[in-house]
T-cell receptor, first 114, second 112 residues
Framework: DADVTQTPRNRITKTGKRIMLECSQT?????MYWYRQDPGLGLRLIYY???????NKGEISDGYSVSRQAQAKFSLSLESAIPNQTALYFC?????????????FGSGTRLTVV | GQQVMQIPQYQHVQEGEDFTTYCNSS?????IQWYKQRPGGHPVFLIQ???SGEVKKQKRLTFQFGEAKKNSSLHITATQTTDVGTYFC????????????WGLGTSLAVNP
């Protein structure tokens, strides 16, 4: 099984719909992140969480919300999806205190808003 | 604000040629990480550099961190088709180590 699992892998949704992207990890890391990737724009941070009670906005949090249900689970919600939220979304984890400096990414969720 | 500039944006080489991508920051970095993303895949962590002037090698890949800790490079010797993908650098800054600042990546294409 993958260390970081994202569901769904692909999703097409309509404008105005609420959608949730889920992420779970088996690495035991405290730190979790949500990024979106658009062609030519690299990886942009949406939200990050350093533990269940520590949730922070990233550089592009407008239109998104998150929930850290447990150490292993971090969900991203689009309350009312719009077409410019069409992108590839990645969840990632890290644990620098444990020596895992690098981020471990999930396989991504490709979201299309029509 | 803090940002990491990465060049070139694209590079197209013949198999067997060398390849280098560069990252530059206007302010001193605490450390820098490098990732590779294959087409259709997700970023995969390659390495982290922390010390001024540090050089690390992974087979045909050589990573360098500048003496002033403001720049870094990834050099691939004798590229292979398996090197195709986008290479990202990501740095963190002292006093703001809660998140990485990502370069926009260099996309490498290799002609067989």
């Amino acid at each position: 099984d993958a260390d970081v699992t994202q569901t769904p892998r692909n999703r097409i949704t309509k404008t105005g719909k609420r959608i949730m992207l889920e992420c779970s990890q088996t690495k035991g890391h405290d730190r979790m992140y949500w990024y979106r990737q658009d062609p030519g724009l690299g990886l942009r941070l949406i939200y990050y969480s350093f533990d269940v009670k520590d949730i922070n906005k990233g550089e592009i949090s407008d239109g998104y919300s998150v929930s850290r249900q447990a150490q292993a689970k971090f969900s991203l919600s689009l309350e009312s999806a719009i077409p410019n939220q069409t992108a590839l979304y990645f969840c990632a984890t890290s644990d620098p205190t444990g020596g895992s400096y690098g981020y471990t990414f999930g396989s991504g969720t490709r979201l299309t808003v029509v | 604000g803090q940002q990491v500039m990465q060049i070139p944006q694209y590079q197209h080489v013949q198999e067997g040629e060398d390849f280098t991508t560069y990252c530059n920051s206007s302010t001193t970095l605490s450390n820098i990480q490098w990732y590779k993303q294959r087409p259709g895949g997700h970023p995969v962590f390659l390495i982290q550099l922390v010390k001024s002037g540090e050089v690390k090698k992974q087979k045909r890949l050589t990573f360098q961190f500048g003496e002033a800790k403001k720049n870094s490079s990834l050099h691939i010797t004798a590229t292979q088709t398996t090197d195709v993908g986008t290479y990202f650098c990501a740095g963190s800054y002292a006093g703001n180590n809660r998140k990485l600042i990502w370069g926009l990546g260099t996309s490498l294409a290799v002609n067989p």
